[in-house]
């Protein structure tokens, strides 16, 4: 398996040309490959999304491939993670065409669950994703992202596209998103978890001016999401760097969320009985309370069924430490079932090698 951490697949050979360090499992990596299909879902896992995406999309040209439905099953995926719509619709088109069967329907993603607005039949017209302009300048997109805001009076910033931030422009956007919590204004986001990545790469950086701005971003973007915990957490390290004392913690409420919470739901249907737990949003080396819980939970049974179906992606530089806990759990005797299953998710599984200490299932496909 290679992985190339700075560019796209040599054309023809959708083979990246650098490894990420580490290991698959508990064994050191080995020189023979893995199959495409896994070499893209580790290649997601390392947050690679292009790379990946020009593997699974060269398998679904590949008339030696022409019955397997995986790798177009995991594009879906990676389109609907990726809020891309547009390159959904048209797989869909060639799915339905292939296979002669209907594709999977698009469920808005994981991350807008907390949108209200997924429920409804037209596409939202908020969505703006920050990304630098051509001149690689995001100054410029952050003004315009408060006005756009504005002129429509709700919106969804993706920060997917931010692979890196200034300080003038970390003050910037830090600023322009105040102002907007401050009219009010309901506010969405995906990718946050990848722009926390970017503030936090700067922290180890000398303090000074320039460098709290990164960290007054991340403030922000605590508060907008109403992580309290994280917030008192980045404090402590705030106050030990720059010793001063940290902002204070601010209340925002989404109004178009918080109205939607009040209308009582329909019922449901009947649905199979849930998992006993369940893993949520980007497992990462910062997921250690989630494998505590998981660790704490297999001890009350002997049949572990871990729902799966709410994990956003399963960070690369985390998927031992996943491993090690499955393991420990597979060891001590019990059954442990990893159910729900993307398709992405359960590639990257597959080539970690849990299926040999778990039962890997795959969620269904409409």
């Not at 994703?129 to 429509?152: H, R, S, T, W, Y």
């Not at 729902?307 to 985390?318: P, Q, S, T």
């Amino acid at each position: 398996m290679a992985i190339s951490t700075t560019g796209a697949p040599h054309a023809g050979a959708p083979r990246p040309a650098q490894r990420p360090a580490g290991r698959v499992g508990s064994e050191e990596y080995h020189s023979a490959p893995l199959p495409p299909a896994q070499e893209a879902a580790v290649l997601y896992a390392a947050n690679l999304v292009a790379p990946a995406e020009a593997i699974l999309k060269g398998l679904t040209r590949d008339p030696a491939s022409r019955t397997n439905k995986q790798p177009w099953l995991m594009l879906f995926d990676l389109f609907e993670l990726t809020q891309n719509r547009t390159e959904y619709e048209a797989l869909s088109l060639l799915y339905t065409v292939r296979f002669e069967q209907s594709p999977p329907a698009w469920a808005g993603g994981t991350e807008v669950a907390s949108d209200p607005r997924r429920a409804q039949s037209r596409e939202r017209k908020d969505f703006f994703a920050l990304k630098p302009n051509a001149l690689g300048e995001l100054g410029p997109e952050i003004e315009k992202l408060v006005a756009f805001a504005e002129q429509m009076g709700t919106v969804r910033i993706d920060f997917g596209k931010v692979a890196s931030i200034t300080a003038a422009e970390a003050a910037l956007l830090a600023a322009a998103l105040q102002r907007l919590r401050r009219a009010g204004l309901p506010m969405w986001f995906n990718n946050a978890d990848s722009l926390e990545l970017v503030l936090r790469a700067t922290f180890n950086e000398p303090p000074s001016d320039a460098v709290r701005s990164f960290w007054l971003l991340l403030f922000e973007l605590y508060v907008l999401q109403g992580r309290s915990e994280p917030f008192e957490e980045l404090g402590l390290e705030y106050a030990v760097a720059f010793e001063m004392s940290p902002p204070n913690w601010a209340v925002y409420v989404n109004t178009v969320a918080e109205s939607a919470a009040r209308v009582p739901a329909a019922p449901a249907a009947p649905e199979a009985p849930a998992a006993g737990f369940s893993l949520k949003g980007v497992v990462s080396t910062a997921s250690q309370n989630q494998f505590a819980d998981l660790a704490a939970h297999a001890a009350s049974g002997t049949e572990i069924v871990v729902d799966m179906g709410k994990v956003l992606r399963i960070d690369f530089a985390a998927g031992a430490q996943f491993y090690e806990v499955v393991k420990a759990i597979q060891l001590a005797g019990k059954r442990v079932i990893l159910s729900n299953l993307s398709e992405l998710n359960a590639a990257l599984l597959e080539a970690f090698g849990f299926n040999r200490h778990a039962i890997l299932i795959r969620r269904k496909a409409n």
